[in-house]
């Protein structure tokens, strides 16, 4: 009895916790209700509902996953979510209506836009407060973070113009005028390539980093739809950058791009308002929030078909995968 007894003591205490790590989980941003909704990646049923600040949007996870960042807007701040625990650690105040945001590689900074106040926050993860702010166009949006953490891009709605930033001078380098209204980023994984959707003029801008110039010029022409309609705001790549994928807003399609001559192979008809975008890690589904239809499209990247679309609640925004 002894023997049984301190055999179950040492068991005890030498049980290391496993913390939850690419659990196959769907994180989904709704705007309106305030909540970070949790889906199981198997039969996409809701596991959990996360209460935020208002207007969570942007979604990131950090490089082991083991935290979610929220850009939450009206919240003025970003919250922080435990991914094992479901449940918000932290509020992180980055300044006024943060809207969309990158991860230095290392995960020791958060590049924040802050849309009215016309600047690019940059903000120390260890220390949890500004380290700097740099001045941009009227109503930053989109931010991205080069490869090796050397240079964030940031659009600029209003300007019409990509802000290419130096992260140790923090100081923009130089302007890009790109399409009307510019939203979101894609990078290629040789960093030399970066896709800017722009919203108004209904085209995504293709940038040569290097040259820092814009090179080329992709349009979109679903069957049905006029051309105010078609608002190409969330983009991302496959993981061999063979094919890149973008919402078309307020055209309901979500467009599918061959990379190497920069045309439209297919549309898919998805939700109303197509917005957030995100991937599996093996390329297999592609996920669609859909901000009217409050849904999510659930795409399978190699038929190109919509296979399920699943309600999740008010205003979808963004998702992402934890695989």
Known sequence: MKKQWLVTLLACAFTVPVLAKETGNIFVSLEQAKTVVVLNGKDFSVLKKIPTSEQPRALQFNADKTLLYVACGDGNSVNVIDVAKLT???KLRVGEEPEIFDLSPDDKFLFVS??????????????KQKAATVEVGA???????????????????????????DVEKREVLTNIVVGNRPRRFALTQDGKTLF????????????????????????FEPKGFKREVITPVDL??????KTLFVTLGRANHVAVVNTADLTVKDYILVGQRAWGLGMKRDNSLLFVANGLSDDISIINAQTLKVEKSVPVGKTPHSVVVDD
């Open 114 to 127: 802050n849309e009215d106040d016309s600047e690019l926050t940059i903000f120390d993860l260890t220390k």
């Open 236 to 241: 991302i790549l496959s993981t061999d950058d």
């Open 88 to 90: 918000v650690v932290d």
């Open 139 to 165: 109503e930053p949006e989109g931010v991205l973070v080069s490869h090796d953490g050397k240079i964030v891009y940031v659009a600029s709605e209003v300007a019409n113009m990509v802000h290419v930033i």
């Open 196 to 219: 800017v959707s722009n919203e108004i003029g209904g085209t995504v801008s293709v940038i040569d980093t290097e040259k820092r110039e814009v090179i080329g010029e992709i349009k």
